[in-house]
């Protein structure tokens, strides 16, 4: 046989559709081709396969023992070559991998559990595998495909990744249950005036996300303590003094209360974002779609 990288998908639909039909005029008007053209195919193929393929018999062509032996593999590899363009259909349930997030403190208390809870159910073959979130290593990491989703808020995203907001979120202002005293509401000078927690998470300070917000308002505050991650919070503000200024979707608990104050600081986006490549992949975009919905 010559060179099989002379045989093209064309010559392979026209020697299948030979042994279908049995008759060149019949094939030309399947393929949308002349039958001159049809004939010509079939010259080249009698090259490739050193066989004469078809023979003429009346208006039928006869299909020769060669032709008739390659019919099952032709067929086959057409049926392979046409799956190709065939597009994907994702279903969660019957989905099998591996999806690594790198999640904040806030979202693995706030959106995970619930978006565990659909995967558990909707896609159980699904396995997820959480790192904490470090702002300073993200990129390498998902450049790398170490990790697939980030959770986590806007400033901590490098530019050259694809986005979604998810929520907007709102910062409250908590105590102890059993702190008493506060006259409601506290103006803004009471509350920088007050020992408040804040919640440090890249960097150990006493530093917070609001202190600028405070500042624009003529005001320092009075930060006492800092710890890396909002579950600590209640329970350290339940034995102490303090308050703090605490995620809305965090709440209720019963380690803690509200209080009322004048104005709060502005309210901030929690997104999830992706490398480009993965854009189009069906679990990535079924995953952001289901933390979209939460």
Avoid at 139 to 146: C, T
Avoid at 178 to 186: A, H, I, K, R
Avoid at 261 to 284: E, G, K, M, N, Y
Wanted: charged share 20%.
């Amino acid at each position: 046989m010559n060179d099989i990288n002379k045989l093209d998908i064309k010559q392979l639909r026209v020697l299948n559709a030979l042994l279908e039909l049995n008759n060149l005029s019949q094939v030309a008007r399947k393929m949308g081709l002349t039958q001159q053209a049809i004939s010509e195919q079939l010259r080249k193929m009698r090259d490739l396969f050193d066989d004469r393929l078809f023979i003429r018999q009346g208006n039928s062509m006869v299909a020769t023992p060669k032709a008739q032996t390659l019919g099952p593999a032709v067929e086959h590899i057409l049926k392979q070559l046409d799956a190709l363009l065939e597009p994907d259909v994702f279903t969660p349930q019957t989905y099998k991998g591996v999806i690594s997030i790198s999640a904040t403190d806030y979202a693995t208390q706030a959106l995970l559990p619930q978006l565990f809870s659909i995967t558990r159910q909707q896609a159980p073959g699904l396995k997820l595998i959480v790192r904490d979130f470090e702002s300073d290593k993200v990129n390498q990491l998902i450049s790398a495909g170490e990790l697939d989703l980030l959770i986590s808020f806007p400033e901590f995203i490098p530019d050259n990744l694809a986005y979604k907001t998810l929520l907007e979120e709102q910062h409250l202002c908590i105590t102890g249950c059993q702190n008493s005293g506060f006259e409601e509401p506290l103006s803004l000078s009471e509350i920088a005036a007050l020992p408040q927690l804040v919640v440090s998470p890249s960097r150990a300070n006493l530093k917070g996300s609001h202190d600028q917000w405070f500042a624009n308002k003529g005001f320092n505050r009075n930060i006492v303590m800092s710890v890396p991650s909002f579950s600590a919070v209640p329970n350290i503000l339940q034995t102490t003094d303090m308050i703090a200024f605490f995620p809305s979707r965090l709440l209720p608990n019963d380690k803690v209360k509200e209080l009322a104050v004048a104005a709060l600081p502005p309210p901030f986006q929690v997104i999830v974002a992706w490398h480009p490549r993965t854009s189009d992949s069906p679990i990535h975009c079924w995953l952001i779609e289901q933390l979209q919905n939460l």
